[in-house]
């Protein structure tokens, strides 16, 4: 039960995690690298607006998610908008020049200290039994069910409100959605914005579980090949991409070598790649169009 | 592309090599200070470990400065940045030593920045002291000439000392459980340490090797829950060690659990408030209230540091022994000077650690090493001392 319990917490870690990185792909065709980096902003904001105010937790985590959208809108509009039309790979770059730079200035204007934001807030995170007996920390738990409600609310936002169409069709044809009146920018800027606020929330969750620090931004890549073997354009494929990975690494955790928890994602990767390129569920046009 | 954009070019190349420049210029010191230089990973991954190391040094050369000086000559530290990365940590190393009268190099960094730093130092003929960052085995007795450390941690003397006061609280009939993160000399430590066990007659029942970004610690924590230890070892960086134990905890593990006490040990022994978790280090902790270690407190509260004065202890020591160095090599200084004094240099270090610091011609590490074990004691809520300084000779 314990093995089922930590494929599920590891799955919806990557899985919430994986979701930014889709969401940006599936509509302006950018790879963010600085997934990882934001994300960690994100959970730093937690840190300022814990220490700065006196909010209940779950106002302050509510606060420093909406703050990190913020964030993801004004990278859009300050530096990716600037990139439009440009070769993809400018812009691929340009995400790893903004991943450094985040780097160095979190540990400016946080300092490279542990934070544990959870004791800031007064928020306890005791274990819970569940059926089978299996433990899971309430944090954890909450995670997986975040997990749940920020893919369902994915889901419902692409299919049914009318922004979420619009990002759809951007992403499959940009220049006819364009010509058709959709706002390229504003759909851009609601994705990074979008695609900041998840990872944000996977690592204001995680640095609730087990603190913060800088590594997090380490974490934000590792469920980079995730995104890739579900299919970059692919929510979905992001979602079953997790349970592979993460099923993989804790049963190898379990009855090889916990070494190998380090480099299987990248195997299974590959694996993928070589059947099929496009990932588990992504479309084999968009990568004839990369 | 029209003149227009040549023009914009031109201008962006021209600016952006004089930022380059002004980020990697080295200021020029004085002839009358004593230059010292150093490269420490300020920024970057394991930066909470060195960062406050750099700072400590940085307020007690100010401190000592604002006193006059060694021998009425102020110390002109210069600082480095290489994030922990070889390549920076040997262009660094590089930049330092074309400095004209560099006396001393440090190094605060990982252990892949050593190589590149050791060949620049011993082509110059400056002596090199790691500070904070863990002493390499050319320290040790017989030491390489102009290689020094002052770091608290020692690969196997740790873990023997460890072992030994695991033994002394429950005897040998125990079943150990180990962790470390997979990082060579985390993994090489806690080899030696199952194998040490091993000799000791305690059964080593798992060992769990944590990549250094694992998103949840928990299915490791299983693994080593499933073997039922009654005791954990973990030496390995903090983030390990105690998410580690966290981990257990947090599955239903009761057992006791021994870590090396990092900087970050005493503000983390009071967020936990695990009475079963003990920490072994060489350094005291500050609530031993030592009259040094308010002095380093209201040191680092004057300065407003972004540091608190509890990570400050590694600094402070290393600060320490620059200033006895340089004091016994006299005015004016010399690496060769600076280097003879080092060999033969005996530190107060003023309860900070168990006993003097001292190098000898062919030890270069310590003569004595100190272990001290704490914990939280829940029912005084506060850290208390579980085994008083044992002392190691290192031969």
């Known amino acids: 039960m314990q093995l089922a319990v930590n494929i599920v917490v590891l799955a919806a870690t990557y ?64 530096l990716m908008r600037r990139l439009t039309g440009q070769p993809a790979l400018a812009a691929v770059l340009t995400t790893i020049g903004l991943g450094i730079l985040l780097r160095g200035l979190v540990v400016l204007l946080w300092s490279a200290e542990q934070q544990h934001p959870a004791q800031s807030l007064g928020l306890a995170n005791p274990p819970i039994t569940l ?42 044809n940009p220049l006819l959605a364009a010509q058709r009146g959709i706002n390229l920018n504003g759909i851009y800027a609601v994705a990074w914005g979008l695609s900041t606020f998840t990872g944000s929330v996977a690592g204001i969750l995680i640095a609730l579980d087990s603190g913060l620090d800088t590594t997090m931004a380490t974490i934000g890549l590792k469920a980079f090949p995730v995104a890739l073997v579900g299919g970059l354009d692919s929510l979905l494929g992001s979602l079953l991409g997790a349970l592979i990975v993460a099923t993989a690494e804790v049963v190898l955790i379990q009855y090889v070598d916990p070494l190998l928890s380090d480099v299987v994602p990248f195997l299974i990767l590959m694996a993928v790649l070589l059947a099929r390129p496009w990932g588990l569920f992504g479309s084999r046009e968009e990568l004839d169009r990369v | 592309m029209g003149n227009n954009g040549e023009n914009v070019m031109q201008k962006s190349i021209l600016s952006s090599l004089a930022v380059c420049a002004l980020l990697v210029a080295v200021p020029a010191q004085a002839a009358d200070e004593y230059a010292v230089g150093l490269s420490g990973a300020i920024t970057g991954p394991v930066a909470g470990t ?39 940590g040997a262009t660094n190393a590089k930049k330092l030593l074309g400095q004209d009268n560099l006396l001393l190099l440090l190094n605060t960094s990982l252990s892949s920045t050593y190589a590149p730093m ?15 960052s863990v002493c390499p085995k050319e320290v040790y007795p017989p030491a390489q000439p102009t290689l020094f450390c002052t770091t608290a941690f020692a690969s196997q003397f740790d873990s023997r000392a460890t072992l030994a006061f695991v033994k002394e609280k429950s005897g040998t009939s125990i079943n150990l459980g180990l962790a470390a993160m997979s990082i060579p000399l985390s993994r090489g430590e806690i080899d030696y340490a199952e194998g040490l066990a091993g000799e000791m007659g305690m059964k080593a029942v798992d060992k769990e090797i944590v990549p250094p970004a694992a998103p949840d610690y928990t299915p490791f924590a299983t ?82 540091s972004t540091y608190a004065a509890n990570l400050m202890t590694e600094g402070w020591i290393a600060g320490m022994v620059v200033e006895a160095a340089l004091k016994q090599a006299g005015w004016p200084a010399t690496p060769e000077k600076v ?15 168990g006993g003097p610091l001292e190098w000898t011609a062919d030890n270069h590490f310590r003569t004595r090493q100190y272990y001290r074990v704490y914990r939280w004691n829940p029912a005084s809520n506060g850290i208390e001392v579980v085994k008083d300084w044992t002392a190691y000779e290192v031969h």
Request: include cysteine.
């Open chain 2, 50 to 88: 060195y960062a406050p190391a750099v700072e400590a040094l940085r307020l007690y050369i100010d401190k000592v400065n604002a006193a006059g000086g060694v021998n009425g000559h102020p110390i002109h530290l210069i600082v480095q940045d290489d994030q922990g990365q070889p390549s920076m």
């Open chain 1, 131 to 172: 059926f089978g007996g299996g433990r899971i920390s309430t944090l954890s738990l909450a995670l997986v069910l975040t997990t749940g409600a920020v893919y369902g609310g994915l889901f419902a936002f692409l299919r049914f409100s009318r922004w979420g169409i619009r990002m759809r069709a951007a992403g499959q």
């Open chain 2, 118 to 132: 050791i060949a620049e130092s011993q082509r110059a003929g400056v002596p090199l002291l790691f500070a904070a």
């Open chain 1, 15 to 78: 899985a919430l995690i994986a979701c930014g990185y889709v969401l940006i792909y599936r509509v302006s065709r950018v790879l963010n690298l600085a997934h990882g980096e934001l994300m960690m902003v994100g959970a730093y904001l937690l840190v300022t607006v814990a220490s700065a105010s006196a909010l209940p937790p779950l106002l302050a985590v509510g606060l420093a998610a909406a703050l990190s959208l913020g964030v993801g809108v004004l990278v859009h509009l300050f």
């Open chain 2, 339 to 353: 280097l003879a004094a080092m060999s033969h240099l005996k530190v107060d270090t003023k309860g900070l650690r």
């Open chain 2, 223 to 304: 693994k080593l829950q499933q073997a039922s230890p009654d005791w954990v070892y973990s030496w390995a960086p903090w983030v390990t060690e105690v998410k580690t134990l966290e981990a257990l905890r947090k599955l239903g593990w009761e057992g006791n659990y021994i870590g090396w006490g990092h900087i970050e040990t005493e503000g983390e022994l009071a967020r936990l408030k695990d009475g079963k978790f003990y920490a072994i280090g060489a350094n005291a902790l500050f609530s031993d209230r030592l009259p040094v270690q308010q002095d380093i407190t209201a040191t680092a509260t004057a300065a407003n």
